[in-house]
């Protein structure tokens, strides 16, 4: 064999290798949806973004936190300045001492962070027979799978195989390790009623937190990639030129 | 350095300044008139890659350092406020991230070019020995950078990896309370990992000026092994060899910008994205890529060393795992010394060239095997005898193998220059 094919070879088995990796360790049987943010220029569906937001405030906030994201976060959604306070103003935060150095609430501001529905993990825990809400700023990225995983979880519960018994509080889903949750299921047919008029199923609320919950994770995703294709199409250009150079430079020298 | 003859540049102020530091003329001799075989393939494009790779690490590191709060309770979150918060952080964070594993690609690469060209071979033994002391710098300085973000992932890694450090007989407890700075891995660990990945790259860039330098003394070796014998074997690095290298890099970026921009977690764990907690243990802790293979060396020894069929242990298994791991770079370092044989090129040496593409294969197995958990069985396999036989092929190769080839293999003729066999090829 020779090198160059060897290195070839070497090359190809890696790559193979590679989303194999990536897979490793995966949850069970969540089907790949077609997500509007995937592929090389693939964008967030800023209409799925908001119902996802709204998803999450009507449902999942009574019992996990975003705590790194902050009311101002959501212009990316395509909300106005004036919605934003208005969103904001609806959460009640601590603030202070004031000047008698008392402690006081006041409604949130843009520039809060997302109010938590707990004040500690303990207190999260009690309130959830022991079992703990993971804060959901980057679970899209802490799991593997992904938004497939959440739009997964939210969809794979059904009853549990007649073999396995069940404890209370805990609930069979196909998309979480061991397929034993110890949330109930939380999103139904017609639970959260869309502005937009979108149909309210099942589905549609997983696919809308899956978004909203990819873009919490990673929110530059879309400037990450405009960027990289410029720098893509640049060193394209680039290593087009510079193998003509190479050639010019070359070809008297052998 | 370059003292002595000199010769006058036109230029008034370049002059001025060569005339009392000849730095210029330095530059000339070294980077533009350096003579260099004209017969590299693009394995030799890797040396100048890793190069740029080192300057792109330092330069992010540096300025994501201006944003980092190496702190047990911060860390997490302030790597979150540069990938949100600040402008271009998530760039700077994925560039960096992405760089280290792109770098260790070249340098992987660069290694196996000097391995199958024996360009450790005389007289460029010294010149080896920096580039595997720089391959050693870089893989404390990525273990250390990986638990900066104080994540799951990067917090347990560096305490089993600290942890290993306790099977050393006498010193091992008080080495592993040095390096945790306490009893466990926690605020002053996190702490002088930060200061030590901040001091090592430039570490490497020093060694990295002993590299170049050693190489610019015995010149470089070629896809032939042979010496060039004058200047028809030659072209002057520049501007020949700098067309190439930019060529080579920019294809180089081209996937480097891919990953980073498009799938730059693709080689992130998912459990670094959850914060480091010292009461939960992630099901499954592995190390990055690049270190999988010396991974799987380390867990697949699995058994005592002492005398059989007594109870007296020589070598538990847990410090023979650590031998083997940190042997299995060590041993690079006396390559030139197992090595004898007087033909560089694997080219000429058809066994040698078979049992260094095995090594690779070996390699790459043991990485897989690293990835997998240590109980697990493929094809009826369990993966534990596959690493174990991995590691002894790895070990073999170096100690017996190449020796024995070093001696016995007869070489196949080589060509009586560089330039007759330029000639020839284009002949042909
Ligand atoms: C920070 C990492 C490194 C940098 C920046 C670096 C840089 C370079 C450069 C610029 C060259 C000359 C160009 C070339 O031949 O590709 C070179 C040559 C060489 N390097 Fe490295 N190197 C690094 C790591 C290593 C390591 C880890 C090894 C081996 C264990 C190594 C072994 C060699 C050898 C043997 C040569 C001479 C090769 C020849 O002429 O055939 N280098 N290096």
Redesign the pocket.
């Known amino acids: 064999m020779s090198i160059r094919k060897f290195a070839f070879s070497l090359f190809a088995l890696t790559a193979l290798a590679l989303p194999a990796h990536a897979k490793e360790g995966g949850g069970h049987g969540e089907a790949a949806q077609h997500w509007s943010f995937k592929g090389m220029t693939g964008t967030y569906d800023r209409a799925a973004l908001q119902r996802g937001f709204e998803v999450y405030r009507q449902v999942c906030a009574s019992c996990h936190s975003l705590n790194l994201l902050s009311y101002r976060n959501l212009a990316d959604l395509g909300y106005s300045e004036d919605q934003i306070k208005a969103i904001a103003s609806e959460y009640a935060v601590m603030d202070g001492p004031n000047d008698e150095g008392e402690m006081f609430e006041r409604p949130a501001r843009p520039s809060d962070r997302f109010k938590a529905p707990f004040a500690n993990k303990k207190a999260a825990m009690y309130a959830n027979n022991g079992a703990y809400p993971p804060d959901m700023s980057l679970l899209a990225k802490a799991r593997h799978g992904g938004a497939d995983y959440i739009y997964g979880i939210m969809t794979g519960y059904a009853d549990a195989p007649e073999n396995m018994t069940l404890m209370q509080g805990q609930y069979w889903n196909a998309a979480m390790h061991g397929n034993i949750i110890a949330m109930s299921p939380p999103l139904s047919d017609g639970m959260v009623s869309y502005e937009d008029g979108t149909e309210g199923t099942l589905h549609q609320y997983a696919m809308d937190i899956a978004t909203f919950l990819t873009w919490a994770a990673e929110p530059h995703m879309e400037a990450r990639k405009r960027t990289g294709l410029k720098a893509l199409i640049f060193l394209l250009v680039f290593s087009f030129i510079m193998y003509g150079v190479k050639k010019r430079v070359w070809q008297d020298a052998h | 350095m370059a003292s002595g003859k000199r010769e006058p540049f036109d230029n008034a102020f370049v002059e001025w300044v060569d005339s009392r530091l000849p730095i210029f003329t330095l530059m000339v001799k070294e980077y533009r008139a350096f003579p260099t075989p004209k017969n590299f393939n693009y394995f030799?494009?890797?040396?100048?890659i890793?190069?740029v790779m080192?300057v792109l690490m330092i330069v992010t590191g540096i300025v994501l350092a201006m944003h980092y709060t190496p702190h047990a309770t911060m860390a997490f979150n302030s790597v979150e406020r540069i990938m949100r918060d600040v402008n271009w952080g998530w760039m700077l964070r994925y560039m960096h991230m992405n760089g280290a594993s792109f770098f260790f690609i070249a340098?992987y690469i660069?290694?196996f070019?000097?391995m199958y060209?024996g360009?450790?071979k005389k007289p460029?033994e010294l010149?080896?020995i920096f580039?595997?002391l720089?391959?050693l710098l870089?893989m404390a300085t990525a273990f250390m950078g990986y638990t900066l973000p104080w994540s799951q992932m990067g917090g347990w890694a560096a305490t089993v990896i600290t942890n290993l450090f306790s099977a050393i007989p006498l010193v091992g407890e008080k080495l592993v309370a040095l390096l945790w700075g306490g009893f466990s891995v926690d605020n002053p660990t996190l702490n002088r990992f930060f200061s030590l990945h901040y001091l090592l790259p430039f570490v490497?860039l020093g060694v990295?000026v002993l590299?170049?330098w050693a190489?610019h003394v015995t010149g470089?070796?070629?896809p032939l092994g042979i010496e060039p014998n004058g200047p028809q074997d030659t072209v002057p690095f520049h501007p020949y060899y700098t067309a190439k290298d930019t060529f080579g890099l920019s294809v180089f970026l081209i996937l480097y910008v891919v990953v980073t921009f498009w799938f730059p977690n693709v080689f992130a764990h998912p459990d670094h994205f959850v914060q480091y907690d010292s009461m939960v243990t992630p099901p499954h802790i592995v190390p990055e890529w690049y270190f999988l293979p010396y991974y799987a060396i380390l867990r697949s020894i699995t058994f005592d060393i002492g005398i059989p069929f007594t109870d007296i242990v020589f070598i538990n298994a847990k410090f023979g795992g650590v031998i083997a791991m940190f042997g299995a770079v060590i041993v690079?370092f006396f390559l030139p010394w197992f090595d004898s044989h007087p033909v560089r090129s694997a080219r000429f040496r058809p066994w040698y060239k078979i049992a260094l593409l095995a090594l690779a294969l070996d390699f790459i197995l043991l990485g897989y095997v690293g990835m997998e958990t240590a109980d697990a069985v493929k094809f009826g396999i369990p993966l534990v005898y596959v690493g174990q036989i991995c590691t002894l092929y790895y070990f073999a190769f170096f100690v017996a193998i190449v020796p024995w080839l070093s001696k016995n293999e007869k070489a196949l003729p080589l060509p009586k220059s560089i330039n007759d066999a330029v000639l020839a090829a284009k002949g042909a």
């Open positions: 030799w494009n890797f040396g100048a890793a190069m080192l340098v660069h290694i070019r000097g060209y360009s450790y460029r010149l080896w580039g595997v720089i391959f870089m490497i990295v590299h170049v190489l470089s070796n070629n690079l």
